[in-house]
């Protein structure tokens, strides 16, 4: 990780920034977590976890929802940083302003760990995205169902690795989890019609649409 003390990111424009504060408080809906920011150039990578293992040789997949943002000044970064703060300071900035400052302090994350690769994607087929929407929907109802009253996020988080964990079964990758679909619809990557194209790349499977990418991989199995 690169030390990203006083490290100032400048969007390419007020509507990336505004992008990027969308995006983030997306993420945050799903998981008030970690992300992991990945700038090279002219652009950053911006990596949001939906679904991962809750331990060590836990076998719960990992998907990360994976967004790219355009930079005013080029940037080399890579470090992994508190969503929460992210957006707060997101929250407090001038609507036209593109310089984000990032925290001073940068977090830890397993997941983050070992990121999807940038080049050597294959293509595996396609989803239609209004299967990827029924799913998602079956999906969260499930999980308002499981939920106890009151439930805490420890518990949300269990609730939500049994159910999401659950392979899609059919289609071009029937052995990735059902959190693609739940992380696609809850970040705004599903499109209203038409298909969602699937890429592998060794045990990592993508899932692209203009507006975004779903990653994942396997949990450990020990």
Do not use: C, K
């Not at 990780?1 to 945050?28: G, I, K, P």
């Not at 943002?69 to 080029?74: I, K, N, R, V």
């Not at 996020?153 to 269990?158: C, G, N, S, Y």
């Not at 705004?188 to 969602?196: I, K």
Request: net charge negative; proline share 9%; glycine share 12%.
């Amino acid at each position: 990780m690169s030390d990203a003390e006083n490290f100032t990111l400048t969007l390419a424009d007020a509507d990336t920034m505004a992008d990027l504060r969308t995006f983030l408080a997306r993420a945050r809906s799903i998981l008030d977590g970690d992300i992991a920011l990945v700038a090279r150039g002219a652009a950053i990578a911006v990596y949001v976890p939906v679904l991962q293992p809750q331990g060590l040789g836990e076998g719960t997949p990992t998907v990360l929802g994976m967004r790219a943002f355009g930079l005013g000044q080029s940037a080399e970064l890579t470090g992994v940083f508190g969503l929460g703060a992210l957006t707060d300071r997101l929250a407090r900035m001038n609507p036209v302003d593109t310089a984000l400052q990032l925290p001073p302090a940068e977090s830890r994350a397993a997941w983050a760990g070992v990121l999807p690769p940038v080049a050597g994607w294959e293509p595996v087929g396609e989803y239609d995205g209004a299967t990827l929407v029924a799913i998602a929907d079956a999906g969260t109802r499930a999980v308002v169902e499981a939920l106890p009253p009151n439930a805490g996020q420890p518990v949300l988080a269990t609730v939500r690795s049994r159910i999401w964990a659950e392979p899609l079964a059919d289609g071009p990758a029937p052995d990735v989890p059902q959190a693609v679909a739940f992380g696609a619809q809850a970040l705004g990557f599903l499109p209203d019609s038409g298909s969602v194209r699937v890429l592998g790349n060794g045990t990592w499977r993508r899932f692209s649409t203009p507006a975004g990418h779903i990653v994942t991989r396997p949990g450990a199995r020990l």
